[in-house]
């Protein structure tokens, strides 16, 4: 069965710092992955994916995210946080060679970034 | 592009009515629409897959009679919630994913239900 770990509830930073925010999964096969932001009361919003290719796939906003098969990550990062990217992200997963088009989301994280 | 909205985003009933929500997608069209509840400070939770012209494929423990999906059109999917109660209070987020760039889901802004 295919999983997302994301294993922090929370990550604070401050404004101008670099931040990660931390991705795992388990799925057999080769995995799709990607990170979507959510903003208060609203749906959540795509910001990357990793399909084929570069294990550094850049996204919206400034993300990028790492894909490491050996380890099984895909952590996102950011050289320098914004206030303004203070939201609850998740990762997701996709198995490619499972049956049907499931996606599995992490429990998510909610990024702090103070000024 | 790639716009899913979803109607109303806030609604307010009573215990025993039933309330439909709408998701579509304005610029693509979706072969497979997505239905998810999302609890606070929680994660999503998948409720249904649905392809257009075809019966929804319902998660584990999600009641198919209480949560109707309907996904008429490759741009229309709707969510009724049948003789709605007070736990079924929850936030609902519709997702679509279109023939092309068939890997990413675009979300709705989700709709907040609240049963009295």
């Known amino acids: 069965a295919q999983s997302v770990a994301q294993p922090e509830d929370q990550v604070n930073v401050a404004e101008g710092n670099p931040l990660t925010v931390k991705c795992t999964y388990s799925?057999?096969?080769?995995?799709?992955l990607f990170w979507y932001v959510q903003y208060p009361n609203r749906g959540l919003q795509f910001l990357l994916k990793?399909?084929?290719?570069?294990?550094l796939v850049k996204g919206s906003y400034g993300f990028e995210a790492e894909f490491n098969k050996s380890q099984t990550s895909f952590h996102l990062k950011k050289p320098s946080a914004l206030v303004s990217d203070s939201a609850l992200y998740f990762c997701?997963?996709?198995?490619?060679?499972?049956?049907?088009?499931?996606?599995?989301f992490g429990a998510g994280t909610r990024l702090f970034v103070k000024a | 592009g790639a716009v899913v909205s979803q109607h109303p985003s806030w609604v307010i009933c009573k215990s025993g009515t039933s309330v439909k929500i709408e998701c579509r997608s304005l610029d693509f069209q979706a072969t497979t629409m997505f239905w998810y509840r999302q609890f606070p400070k929680q994660s999503l939770m998948l409720m249904a897959t649905?392809?257009?012209?075809?019966?929804?494929?319902?998660e584990q423990g999600v009641e198919k009679d209480k949560f109707l999906i309907n996904h008429a059109s490759l741009t229309l999917s709707t969510l009724t919630v049948t003789s709605a109660h007070p736990e079924d209070s929850s936030f609902y987020i519709c997702s679509a994913r279109g023939r092309q760039g068939a890997y990413e889901q675009y979300f709705g802004p989700g709709t907040r239900l609240t049963v009295t």
């Open positions: 649905s392809n257009e012209g075809s019966k929804a494929t319902y």
């Open positions: 990793y399909i084929t290719g570069d294990n």
């Open positions: 997701a997963v996709r198995g490619v060679n499972t049956g049907g088009f499931k996606t599995i």
């Open positions: 799925v057999s096969g080769n995995p799709y």
